[in-house]
């Protein structure tokens, strides 16, 4: 069980679960697949978390989505989010995001004894509102406002802070440059600002087989074989018996990669310069395998902790899962789950 020594909490309690500056959880970041390609995903900000990592990317959401997301972080911290994205025109797309960190059941003692005096609750919150716009055929922008409450047992506090985020680019190159936290506040202190400058780089390759392929499957019944018809792969069963070749033609495979870098520097907090690298590959846009690589001083902020990334998805019509397990050099490596659906 946790313990917290009573005095302490007198007199400063903001200390205890901020952790070294007001709404710093926040660094921990949004969505098992940006968190999987090490924080670099600025550049491309093209799913459910677009709205925390760049509201630019709120303009290119083609259908609304909903993600739920979760990890059991140190010490019993459970932290969660749920997050929407809503496209309300060709050019523009509005997002949602709620974010909680939260600690349960913390034993409270004093310094002359190790008697239990009670126990007692923290939690921060994290919510943000952003919109996206294209301004041209390349360029977009988008900004964001985020509420910010924090808790421990009786006390608690608020706080408000903004992100503004600009996207650039094609289908191969995107640059992307992101101020977070500015004009930020929380617990009567000022949220240390961050910049942001992204590039992601893209490829598309596409796999033609051979037309048409005979498969003979004397094991399956007609039924059964109507049952493996996939707009995918285009299957087609001749009405025959059981036992009989079954034309099927198939479509091209395609494989999409991107690769991105992103760069961070955070002038109130001792100029401190940290960079993440990524690489992703998605087979049919229904499968995909990333790793990634943060990489910056090691500070108080809890996400900047040198640390590599592997994760994968699975994506379907409707819904889409995404992993990733983040290694820490000076800690024990966390699993992040995010799972979509797709309106």
Same mark, same amino acid.
């Given at each position: 069980?946790?313990?917290?020594?009573?005095?302490?909490?007198?007199?400063?309690?903001?200390?205890?679960?901020?952790?070294?500056?007001?709404?710093?959880?926040?660094?921990?970041?949004?969505?098992?697949?940006?968190?999987?390609?090490?924080?670099?995903?600025?550049?491309?900000?093209?799913?459910?978390?677009?709205?925390?990592?760049?509201?630019?990317?709120?303009?290119?959401?083609?259908?609304?989505?909903?993600?739920?997301?979760?990890?059991?972080?140190?010490?019993?911290?459970?932290?969660?989010?749920?997050?929407?994205?809503?496209?309300?025109?060709?050019?523009?797309?509005?997002?949602?995001?709620?974010?909680?960190?939260?600690?349960?059941?913390?034993?409270?003692?004093?310094?002359?004894?190790?008697? !239990? #005096?009670?126990?007692?609750?923290?939690?921060?919150?994290?919510?943000? @509102? $952003? /919109? &996206?716009?294209?301004?041209?055929?390349? *360029?977009?922008?988008?900004?964001?406002?985020?509420?910010?409450?924090?808790?421990?047992?009786?006390?608690?506090?608020?706080?408000?802070?903004?992100?503004?985020?600009?996207?650039?680019?094609?289908?191969?190159?995107?640059?992307?440059?992101?101020?977070?936290?500015?004009?930020?506040?929380?617990?009567?202190?000022?949220?240390?600002?961050?910049?942001?400058?992204?590039?992601?780089?893209?490829?598309?390759?596409?796999?033609?087989?051979?037309?048409?392929?005979?498969?003979?499957?004397?094991?399956?019944?007609?039924?059964?074989?109507?049952?493996?018809?996939?707009?995918?792969?285009?299957?087609?069963?001749?009405?025959?018996?059981?036992?009989?070749?079954?034309?099927?033609?198939?479509?091209?495979?395609?494989?999409?990669?991107?690769? !991105? #870098?992103?760069?961070?520097?955070?002038?109130?907090?001792?100029?401190? @310069? $940290? /960079? &993440?690298?990524?690489?992703?590959?998605? *087979?049919?846009?229904?499968?995909?395998?990333?790793?990634?690589?943060?990489?910056?001083?090691?500070?108080?902020?809890?996400?900047?902790?040198?640390?590599?990334?592997?994760?994968?998805?699975?994506?379907?019509?409707?819904?889409?899962?995404?992993?990733?397990?983040?290694?820490?050099?000076?800690?024990?490596?966390?699993?992040?789950?995010?799972?979509?659906?797709?309106?």
């Amino acid at each position: 069980m946790k313990k917290i020594i009573a005095l302490v909490i007198l007199i400063r309690p903001p200390v205890l679960y901020a952790g070294g500056y007001p709404g710093e959880f926040q660094d921990i970041g949004v969505g098992a697949r940006a968190i999987g390609l090490g924080n670099s995903f600025i550049s491309l900000a093209d799913d459910v978390s677009a709205v925390y990592w760049n509201p630019a990317g709120l303009s290119g959401i083609i259908r609304p989505q909903i993600g739920l997301g979760y990890v059991q972080l140190f010490q019993d911290t459970d932290y969660s989010n749920v997050a929407a994205d809503f496209p309300i025109s060709k050019r523009a797309g509005i997002g949602l995001s709620w974010s909680r960190i939260a600690v349960k059941n913390i034993e409270i003692t004093d310094f002359t004894s190790t008697d !239990s #005096l009670g126990t007692i609750d923290t939690g921060q919150d994290s919510m943000i @509102l $952003g /919109a &996206g716009y294209k301004l041209g055929h390349k *360029i977009s922008v988008g900004l964001s406002g985020k509420y910010l409450s924090q808790s421990l047992g009786d006390y608690s506090d608020s706080g408000y802070s903004s992100d503004i985020g600009i996207l650039y680019g094609g289908v191969k190159h995107r640059l992307a440059f992101v101020m977070k936290d500015i004009y930020g506040v929380s617990g009567g202190e000022k949220i240390p600002a961050n910049f942001l400058v992204g590039w992601t780089w893209s490829g598309f390759w596409e796999m033609k087989p051979s037309e048409e392929e005979e498969i003979y499957e004397p094991h399956m019944m007609p039924s059964q074989m109507a049952s493996h018809k996939d707009e995918k792969f285009n299957f087609q069963r001749p009405e025959t018996g059981s036992n009989s070749k079954v034309e099927v033609k198939r479509g091209p495979v395609t494989v999409r990669t991107h690769f !991105s #870098l992103a760069v961070s520097y955070s002038p109130e907090m001792n100029n401190q @310069l $940290g /960079a &993440g690298e990524s690489f992703e590959c998605w *087979i049919n846009d229904s499968y995909a395998l990333r790793a990634g690589l943060e990489q910056t001083d090691f500070t108080q902020r809890l996400s900047n902790i040198n640390g590599m990334t592997l994760g994968g998805s699975i994506k379907f019509d409707h819904m889409g899962l995404d992993y990733s397990y983040k290694y820490y050099d000076r800690l024990d490596g966390r699993h992040y789950i995010t799972l979509s659906y797709y309106i």
